[in-house]
């Protein structure tokens, strides 16, 4: 119906002008008609342009209006020319028609509240806001600062409507012959299909989008840098217990527990289960006395440690305490083997949470066990591992850690930033946290760490780490990112 209405409308006449008139004309929903026209135009059967126009409907605080007056004039009206007590005027009034209608009034200049009492200021008053208002009712013209007072005071509600003016189009037919799809079994039977016009395919179209899983840009660095280790001959540690106990996180590392780290401002202690149940207790010994009087060459820090201290859990803040069990198990072997070990994990520190900090992320960290290995032997690996990652240039730092000795900064000059960035922390374990262990005195290990969350950021161009993990993420972001190739010039 619609299309025979349009059709044979401009077949007499030049152009459909509002499409919403038009529909309302032939009694059509213009949704329904809106449908009709689309594919009209996309058959360059008529010419579609699309236009919107502003139109103000009136609320239904502006309809009380139309019809019971404004409430400035109400009040104006129930003030006599004598005037009239505020109390009693109160009384008289609405609660709405007095608040509103008094300061509007006020406003207007037409009464004068003084001393208690309400007083007429002038002698008549014309309601326009009730006249405006049912002209906009009528669909008549109004100047455009009416309107804007009244859309102020939420009397009338802006609605924007989208219409069309239609024109005949370049293969404009008064009745359109509807293409068919399909060339059918029956088409063939009964030798219609030579009259028949197909509908033209579309060979350009794009196909419906597979719905596909899609990496996280951290697990795709995060495997790149698992298959590095793995290529370096490295075997992973189990690091599924994010629940850790101050002993391994802190006490065997020879950290002492006065140390700022180990306090409530930068860990997360647990308040069930508070405490572990139990702790290798020769190995407890061992770690108490190098503590308190040192020993393997060191004076230790002489204090009195506390067994209640080791044994609070909390959320582990370094992968370096699985490193700690990983070492002490292996001290128990006999003989003892050489290792490589790796992790990539989650840690948690109670830090404020800013575009680069979150109070958790992720820990990359590798360590070898051998004897006789030396700060060289340290760099050499080093290089090799950061040259993999794609950094080349790579200077050293002297720095401090409690349970290495010693300990290296590692830098790598950013080509994009043009300056020297810090991509990593580095040491030789101290005698005092392996020797306690058992492990033979002329083994040592080297080791390093470093976040995974900053060669992400730096290699996706992100720089709020909100952006990369977290509630925030935007899913269209982990959709569109490229191929993650670390290494690669």
């Known amino acids: 119906m619609a299309e025979d209405a349009i059709l044979g409308f401009l077949q007499t006449n030049d152009e459909i002008a509002d499409s919403h008139q038009f ?11 809106e449908n009709v026209i689309k594919r009209l135009h996309g ?5 579609a342009k699309d236009f919107k126009k502003d139109n103000y409907l009136v609320s239904e605080e502006g309809k009380q209006y139309a019809l019971e007056g404004s409430p400035e004039v109400n009040f104006f009206l129930a003030v006599p020319v004598e005037g009239i007590s505020l109390a009693n005027l109160k009384a008289k009034l609405d609660s709405k028609v007095f608040s509103i209608g ?25 309601d326009k806001v009730k006249d405006l208002l049912k002209r906009i009712e009528e669909g008549k013209v109004v100047d455009g600062n009416d309107v804007a007072d009244l859309s102020k005071r939420k009397l009338i509600v802006k609605q924007t409507w989208r219409g069309y003016t239609l024109r005949k189009g370049s293969k404009y037919v008064s009745k359109r012959k509807k293409a068919a799809t399909d060339l059918t079994r029956e088409h063939l039977q009964r030798g219609d299909w030579k009259d028949l016009e197909f509908k033209e395919y579309n ?19 995060r495997e790149e840098i698992q298959n590095i280790f793995l290529q370096m001959g490295f075997e992973e540690m189990p690091t599924n217990n994010f629940v850790e106990s101050s002993f391994w996180n802190f006490d065997a590392l020879f950290q002492p527990q006065q140390h700022p780290a180990r306090d409530s401002h930068d860990t997360f202690f647990l308040k069930a289960p508070s405490t572990t149940r139990y702790l290798p207790e020769d190995y407890v010994e061992r770690v108490k006395c190098v503590h308190e009087s040192g ?9 009195d440690w506390k067994r209640e201290e080791a044994e609070k859990n909390l959320l582990r803040t370094h992968t370096t305490a699985v490193s700690t069990r990983m070492l002490y198990m292996l001290a128990q072997q006999r003989p003892f083997m050489p290792k490589r070990y790796y992790s990539i994990d989650r840690v948690f520190r ?3 949470v800013d575009r680069t900090h979150l109070a958790e992320f992720h820990q990359i960290e590798g360590l070898i066990c051998d004897h006789g290995l030396t700060l060289g032997d340290l760099i050499g690996v080093l290089e090799d ?35 020297w960035v810090e991509v990593g922390n580095s040491g030789m374990f101290r005698p005092e946290m392996l020797l306690p262990m058992g492990l033979p005195e002329d083994v040592n290990v080297i080791a390093w760490g470093l976040s995974l969350e900053r060669p992400t950021m730096i290699l996706y161009g992100i720089d709020n780490i909100r952006d990369l993990f977290g509630p925030k993420v935007d899913f269209n972001l982990i959709k569109s990112n490229p191929l993650c190739r670390l290494g690669l010039q």
């Open 102 to 126: 008094s300061s509007w009034a006020k406003k207007n200049g037409w009464i004068e509240i003084a001393k208690g009492s309400v007083t007429r200021k002038v002698e008549n008053v014309e």
């Open 385 to 419: 591992f950061f040259a993999r990652l794609g950094m080349s240039k790579l200077r050293f730092k002297p720095a401090y850690n409690p349970y290495t000795e010693p300990s290296m900064e590692i830098f790598s000059y950013h080509e994009g930033l043009k300056k």
């Open 295 to 303: 020993g393997y060459g060191s004076k230790g820090y002489g204090y």
């Open 23 to 33: 529909s309302a004309s032939i009694g059509v929903d213009h949704t329904e008609l």
């Open 203 to 221: 060979l350009n179209a794009q196909g419906q989008p597979i719905q596909i899983g899609h990496l996280q840009p951290l697990l795709e660095v």
């Open 350 to 352: 109670n830090e404020a």
């Open 43 to 47: 058959f360059e059967i008529v010419e």
